[in-house]
């Protein structure tokens, strides 16, 4: 009985070791299945495994695969922006690490808390966590964890504005890439060297980083490389004004962006395209560009030098806007961020454009304090010898790589080449000496003495290549004192700069200042000036216009005083007939001037500056219901045509009293036409909408047209005031009026808008 009990125990304890077994199995399958969708960009996905496998590591206690699941976590969050969630997870792993003592998980670690530092404008810690897990990866000799830390580092450095730092880091990261065959390696580093050109200006070298980085990502299919490369490929096509490829680049970016959920990307690509508008002088157009971007920054997580930069472009269109007051506001939010994020660029930025917006406003004592601190953080972050130190540094480390890379090479096959002709030489002669042997203790004899100088040709061979290793290390050396040596003088000739900044600042903003002021008081003048022309051209006219207009309406009051004098005086000296005859005459005469007084009065309304029109949306068939009510000529035959029932942007009023005279003018052209039609229609024609009006009278005189076309001509009551206030009001509204003649008789005018 105690043996059959023990059997079971055992029984049941092989079965539980294998239940563990199994769900071990299964939960580093899901494991597994976290990191391939980590691979693949779907974090969504990846932290949906890692926690559940996290929650299995935790109750197996199983404290070395917790920090490794934590670490995914971290960096899953990460990409999504999440940087709160992301510091928790990481913090976690790596004080669990510690507690393991694993001295490389550690600084793995590192290196990912290092780019949430960047992320978050903290460039100091990112900077001494890296230079950490730095250290400890160079001690354990982990090249493929080096480069990662050596690229992170970089880009902390070109966020600090500290590009000649951040090409070398990059290059680090690069060669070591180059050597380990790490492809994505590859990509991230000659997107990110193509960033740093592009701050210097290099634009060539720029476009040239970003084609190898597209071709090595797109070979890979790594999707976010590709995506920035198009981004980045867009800023530097709209610095070489090609903007039409520089927006063809960011509709391959934006599709990526929005399926990788890359909202900060997207962001990124839509200031860009703001720059682009701005570029092309379309600044209205610029300025709501980057408003959608801030809206958009509103709606989703944010970088916060992404959000600086932002700020600073919509102020700096205020302020081209001569709107000073508008871009004060934003700039205060962009130097509360420069604060956070303790960033010289920024800083030098913020002030210039805050230097800019008070000059405008007239508040010069502050613009010369803004723009002294502008020039304070400038100097900071720019020197002359560090800029072209930066730009020629990547082709100086090529050109050094491929000239060593030749001399060594070069000197290893000539040695290998020597080498081979003593062997051969060696071989022939004891092949001789074999042939002429008599004995075989002779030829064995040989045959050692064979053995021996080949061993010293050999001996001499390891010797040569050992002494050319040590020139390669003198000559790294060298240039590593060399580049330390370039580094003092640099700093040197930077404190003696600094020196000289004091006394330079201060007539270098006096004398921006007066400059500015003189650009502004020129282009006051200037602005006078053609107003004062325009103004002189415009009374001209007017009094001429005025002129005429007082003739043509004295006319007919006086021909009406005279008959009621006549009339009062001399009352019988009309028969019935002839006195029946001039009352209507009189009747007629006093119509046409009350038309012409009004006629003259809505156009003398619409020379008042402060008589704007006001748009708003009208239906065309209300604007043909209006004129039918408004004619009741039995003898004329209207007709109105709409048939797409068509609407226009348009100032109502001006439209309608527009129409309204063209229709007077028709029916006043058709007293003596047999069978008068009047024909108005509505049609499109493109993206504009047509009116047209059409009568089978006379037709128009030359002499009236000219109203309707020049502004200059001289005009009277009798011929033209109607066409003169017609192009008037067409020209308020910004529409086009046109003459042609029928097809047989009369005419035909459109108002095109």
């Not at 950490?132 to 354990?140: D, K, R, Y």
């Not at 960011?250 to 959920?261: D, G, N, S, T, Y």
């Not at 071989?427 to 061993?455: C, D, M, N, V």
Request: charged content about 25%.
């Amino acid at each position: 009985m105690m043996r059959y009990f023990i059997t079971v125990g055992l029984l049941f304890t092989c079965l539980f070791s294998w239940t563990q077994s199994v769900k071990k199995a299964i939960t580093d399958s899901l494991l597994s299945t976290a990191q391939q969708y980590f691979a693949a960009f779907r974090y969504d996905s990846a932290l949906y495994y890692y926690e559940k496998v996290l929650h299995e590591y935790r109750k197996a206690d199983d404290k070395r695969n917790i920090a490794t699941t934590l670490k995914g976590i971290g960096d899953a969050f990460y990409y999504q922006k999440q940087y709160n969630a992301a510091l928790s997870a990481l913090e976690e792993a790596i004080k669990i690490w510690k507690q393991l003592g694993a001295a490389k998980e550690i600084a793995v670690v590192q290196t990912s808390l290092g780019a949430i530092y960047m992320d978050q404008g903290n460039h100091a810690a990112s900077r001494d966590i890296l230079r950490q897990a730095i250290h400890t990866f160079t001690n354990l000799d982990d090249k493929n964890a080096l480069l990662t830390a050596y690229l992170n580092l970089g880009t902390n450095d070109s966020r600090d504005g500290n590009y000649p730092m951040a090409i070398e880091n990059y290059l680090a990261s690069l060669k070591m890439a180059e050597a380990l065959g790490n492809k994505k390696m590859m990509a991230y580093n000659y997107l990110n060297l193509s960033a740093a050109n592009l701050h210097i200006n290099e634009l060539d070298r720029a476009l040239e980083n970003l084609r190898k980085s597209l071709s090595i990502s797109g070979e890979i299919g790594d999707k976010p490389a590709m995506a920035i490369s198009h981004l980045n490929m867009s800023l530097v096509l709209k610095s070489q004004h090609k903007f039409t490829e520089a927006r063809r680049q960011l509709a391959l970016a934006i599709p990526i962006f929005e399926e990788l959920k890359d909202y900060s990307s997207l962001q990124a690509a839509q200031m860009n395209l703001g720059r682009i508008y701005e570029e092309e002088g379309d600044d209205e157009k610029a300025l709501a560009t980057y408003l959608a971007a801030d809206e958009m920054m509103n709606s989703n997580a944010t970088l916060p030098w992404l959000k600086v930069g932002n700020y600073q472009y919509i102020a700096s269109m205020y302020n081209k806007l001569q709107q000073p007051s508008k871009a004060r506001p934003w700039l205060e939010k962009a130097l509360a961020i420069a604060k956070e994020l303790n960033s010289d660029v920024v800083y030098a930025d913020v002030y210039q454009n805050l230097s800019v917006a008070d000059s405008l406003a007239g508040n010069y004592e502050r613009a010369l304090y803004n723009y002294k601190q502008h020039i304070v953080y400038k100097e900071k972050v720019f020197n002359e010898k560090n800029i072209k130190k930066a730009a020629t540094l990547e082709l100086q480390y090529i050109n050094e790589r491929k000239a060593d890379s030749v001399k060594f090479v070069h000197q290893q096959q000539q040695l290998a080449l020597q080498k081979e002709m003593q062997l051969a030489s060696l071989r022939h002669e004891y092949e001789t000496k074999q042939a002429r042997a008599k004995s075989e203790a002779e030829r064995q004899k040989l045959q050692q003495e064979e053995t021996l100088k080949r061993q010293a040709i050999a001996t001499e061979f390891k010797m040569a290549q050992l002494r050319s290793e040590q020139e390669q290390a003198q000559l790294l050396a060298h240039q590593q004192k060399q580049e330390a040596a370039n580094k003092i003088k640099i700093q040197s000739e930077k404190n003696l700069r600094n020196l000289s900044l004091a006394g330079l600042l201060l007539i270098a903003v006096v004398g921006g200042l007066l400059f500015h002021q003189n650009q502004v008081r020129r282009k006051t003048n200037t602005t006078l000036l053609t107003l004062n022309n325009e103004l002189d051209e415009a009374n001209k006219i007017k009094t001429k216009f005025f002129g005429i207009l007082s003739h043509d309406l004295r006319g007919p009051i006086v021909n009406l005083i005279n008959f009621l004098h006549l009339q009062k005086e001399m009352p019988d000296i009309f028969d019935k007939e002839r006195e029946a005859h001039h009352q209507k005459q009189l009747t007629e005469s006093a119509e046409n001037l009350l038309e012409t007084m009004e006629a003259m009065l809505l156009w003398s309304k619409s020379q008042m500056e402060r008589f704007a029109p006001q748009q708003k949306t009208i239906p065309v068939q209300d604007l043909f219901e209006f004129l039918q009510k408004q004619f009741h000529q039995p003898n004329i035959n209207f007709q109105f045509h709409n048939p797409g029932q068509l609407v226009v942007r348009s100032d109502e009023d001006y439209l309608k009293t527009i129409m309204y005279n063209l229709t007077s003018n028709a029916v006043k052209a058709l007293a003596n036409t047999k069978n008068p039609q009047i024909v108005w229609k509505s049609h499109t024609n493109g993206n504009k909408v047509e009116l047209s009006i059409t009568d089978n009278g006379p037709g128009v005189h030359e002499e009236q047209l000219e109203a309707l076309y020049n502004e200059n001509a001289v005009v009277s009551t009798r011929h033209g005031l109607g066409l003169h206030l017609i192009r008037d009001l067409a020209k308020a509204i910004n529409c086009r009026v046109h003459y042609q003649s029928g097809i047989e008789k009369g005419s035909v005018f459109q108002i095109i808008m």
